[in-house]
């Protein structure tokens, strides 16, 4: 079955250091979409691709970044992590076109920041 | 700016009671519509969405939903709910043209058994 993973579920890192949060996605879907779920804020859209070298920022995007090199990837970087970036980040697909734009998420990705 | 607006933060109701949770938007073009689910520890799921014709949606679990054109809304309902409607549900707008979504805040439901 097709699915949308994220890795790792879990991560704790200290101030000032890079991170990648990975996903990987086998619905073979061209959009690929990064959020933050915060508290009070529900899910803000971070980055988001829809192929292979398409980037673009989303409502939160200072401090992240994120590159496509391929249909199934789209790794989340935290140049410097802050403490402000303690979050749950979710990774999400959906296929280009015009029958649906239901996007399909992954499991998560708790990080903290210290 | 685009957003949507989820009033009720927290909800808790009985076993069997009616529910019914808001959703706003503010945008002035054409809408994609969409509720999702997130049982606690796991990912969103979709309950249902609106694309077009019939503004009565029905999704998975007894939920169903109406889109009101003039009043930017879009509903979730379900006539009796169950201890394990316990979930966070969130209400997403994605503009016509665009793949991106907006969601809102999220609306915390508390069932009680």
């Known amino acids: 079955d097709a699915e949308i993973t994220q890795s790792p579920r879990h991560k704790i890192t200290e101030t000032g250091r890079q991170v990648t949060l990975a996903c990987h996605q086998t619905?073979?879907?061209?959009?690929m979409f990064w959020y933050r779920q915060d508290l009070g804020h529900g899910l803000r859209l971070i980055h988001y691709?829809?192929?292979?070298?398409?980037?673009n920022k989303g409502e939160v995007s200072d401090g992240y970044s994120v590159s496509r090199s391929n249909t199934e990837d789209l790794p989340l970087t935290l140049e410097s992590a802050a403490s402000s970036q303690t979050s749950v980040y979710f990774c999400?697909?959906?296929?280009?076109?015009?029958?649906?734009?239901?996007?399909?998420f992954g499991p998560g990705t708790r990080l903290t920041v210290t | 700016a685009q957003s949507v607006s989820q009033h009720n933060h927290h909800v808790i109701l009985s076993e069997a009671a009616s529910l019914e949770l808001g959703c706003n938007y503010s945008?002035?073009?054409?809408?994609?519509l969409f509720w999702y689910v997130q049982y606690p520890g796991q990912h969103l799921q979709l309950l249902l969405k609106?694309?077009?014709?019939?503004?009565l949606v029905k999704g998975i679990k007894g939920f169903e939903a109406e889109f009101i054109k003039s009043k930017f809304s879009f509903n979730l309902r379900k006539p009796s709910v169950q201890w394990s409607d316990t979930a966070e549900y969130f209400c997403?707008?994605?503009?016509?043209?665009?793949?991106?979504?907006?969601f809102g805040t999220g609306t915390r439901l508390k069932v009680l058994a």
């Open positions: 999400a697909s959906s296929k280009s076109g015009t029958e649906s734009y239901e996007q399909y």
């Open positions: 619905w073979n879907h061209n959009n």
């Open positions: 691709s829809y192929g292979v070298q398409d980037t």
């Open positions: 945008y002035g073009g054409t809408v994609n």
């Open positions: 609106y694309f077009s014709g019939d503004p």
């Open positions: 997403a707008v994605n503009p016509k043209g665009t793949y991106k979504y907006i």
